[in-house]
């Protein structure tokens, strides 16, 4: 990955990555997202973008993957231990629809499982699609953001606390949406 973040070809790179990790690779773009925009500060906007619309668009083939092909997925996604992190994305679309795909977009659960759940269970498309947008969106224009101004030291930070950064989140999200739920009754 890190190769191809130093090609001259690394943006097309980046967004074939960006859209099979959405749907079914395991490694997710910002390993080469992050090193992109420190090289060139100046296109982070531009790799966040083709990142964003790129992971988009492997999220609809994760849909598809799900809707149509799930019973040849199914045993993968057991078999690649992630069998009880499917159940959380079951649970979490059984209360949220598709919108849960913005808590999915920083939730440190693997992006495609959301994906393909969303395809299994038949959820509505536009929330799926709105909701996968702004939340990879907003999880790599952050990464770019953070490259181009704060260059190597938050690279290391990143590095260490990325998983603890999408649990917390996912947690604020969470008390977002109760809170919005409880002064909207």
């Known amino acids: 990955m890190l190769f ?3 090609h001259r070809h690394a943006p097309y790179y980046l967004g074939a990555v960006s859209f099979i990790e959405s749907s079914f690779f395991p490694i997710p773009p910002d390993v080469m997202l992050a090193p992109m925009c420190l090289a060139r500060p100046e296109r982070a906007i ?3 973008t083709v990142c964003t619309v790129t992971s ?3 999220a609809l083939f994760g849909y598809i993957i799900g809707m149509f092909f ?3 997925a199914q045993p993968l996604l057991m078999h690649f231990g ?3 992190a499917y159940q959380k994305v079951q649970i979490w679309f059984g209360h949220w629809g598709g919108w849960v795909m913005f808590v999915a977009g920083f939730a440190p659960i693997p992006f495609k499982l ?3 759940a969303g395809g299994a269970l038949h959820l509505s ?3 799926f699609i709105i909701g996968s947008a702004f939340g990879r969106g907003l999880r790599f224009y952050a990464v770019a953001f953070l490259m181009r101004y704060g260059g190597k030291h938050i690279d290391r930070v990143l590095k260490r606390s990325i998983d603890l950064i999408g649990w917390i989140l996912v947690v604020l999200v969470i008390i977002g ?3 919005y739920r409880v002064l909207s009754a």
């Open 125 to 127: 498309l536009l929330p």
């Open 4 to 6: 191809w973040a130093q």
């Open 177 to 179: 949406y109760g809170a």
């Open 114 to 116: 959301f994906t393909i």
């Open 46 to 48: 531009w790799y966040a």
């Open 82 to 84: 992630y069998g009880l």
């Open 70 to 72: 799930f019973h040849w």
């Open 56 to 58: 988009v668009i492997g």
